[in-house]
């Protein structure tokens, strides 16, 4: 998301040709749109989306128990 947050900001400065940006290579501009592209084709064939994921999914379930728990007055010991 950040090239890409980049790239949009970098497009914008050369299209409206402000310095030095409008003195560029369009490949230099356009080069953050490239690495957003290799970024998100590693991220899904290496699992890492996924694994992201289900972690998010997996936090969200124990928040909800210890919740149920502390409602129902079972208190999570301390190690």
Request: proline content about 3%; charged content about 25%.
């Amino acid at each position: 998301m950040l090239f890409l947050g980049i790239g949009l900001i970098l497009l914008a400065l050369k299209y409206f040709e402000i310095d030095p940006v409008a003195a560029w290579s369009w490949w230099v501009v356009l080069s953050p749109f490239a690495l957003a592209v290799a970024w998100w084709s590693w991220a899904d064939w290496s699992g890492y989306t996924k694994r992201r994921a289900m972690d998010r999914e997996n936090a969200r379930k124990q928040a909800r128990l210890d919740k149920q728990r502390e409602a129902i007055g079972i208190v999570k010991r301390k190690r």
